[in-house]
C-alpha cells in the first residue's frame, strides 16, 4: 500500500508579501514589548497583547494592549473606579513611537491621551508609568 500525497502548492507573490508584512509586524509589536519594562505593564494591568498593522502611510505597524486606567470625568477630575482601556505603541517612519490611549463609552470612542509627538524606546516606559495617575491631570507630570 502506498500513500501518495498531493503536491505542495506554490506561494503566490502577493500571498509571501502578505506574509512578510505579518511577520514584520509582529517582530514590531515583540520588540516594543520587550522595550516597556514588564513592571510598568503590571503596574498599568496590561494584557490582551496584539500586534497592530499600519493605519497612516507614516506608521511601521505597533504594540495594541488593554490596560487599567482612571478616566477622566466630565467635570474635570478623576474617576474612582479603573476603565480597561486600549493603549497603541505606534513606530513611526522616523524610529520613534507614537501612543495613543482611548476607551469605548457608548458606542463613542474617547481618547484619554494621545502624543504625536517622537517618543523614544527610552522615554516609552515613562510615559506609560505616568499615565498611572490618580491627579487632576491625565499625566504625572513628575515622572516626565
Not at 21 to 42: C, F, G, H, W, Y
Amino acid at each position: 500500500m502506498t500513500v501518495t500525497t498531493a503536491p505542495a502548492r506554490r506561494v503566490l507573490p502577493h500571498e509571501r508579501a502578505t506574509l512578510e508584512r505579518a511577520e514584520r509586524t509582529a517582530q514590531i509589536a515583540s520588540t516594543i514589548k520587550q522595550q516597556i519594562d514588564p513592571n510598568v505593564l503590571m503596574s498599568l494591568g496590561g494584557h490582551d497583547f496584539r500586534a497592530a498593522g499600519p493605519v497612516v502611510a507614516d506608521e511601521r505597524g505597533g504594540l495594541d494592549f488593554a490596560v487599567r486606567i482612571l478616566p477622566m470625568k466630565a467635570d474635570g477630575k478623576r474617576g474612582s473606579t479603573p476603565r480597561i482601556m486600549r493603549c497603541r505603541v505606534t513606530l513611526t517612519g522616523a524610529d520613534d513611537y507614537k501612543v495613543r490611549v482611548a476607551y469605548l463609552n457608548r458606542h463613542n470612542i474617547v481618547v484619554h491621551y494621545e502624543t504625536d509627538r517622537g517618543v523614544y524606546a527610552e522615554q516609552l516606559s515613562r510615559l506609560l508609568l505616568a499615565l498611572d495617575f490618580d491627579g487632576d491631570t491625565v499625566l504625572n507630570l513628575r515622572l516626565l
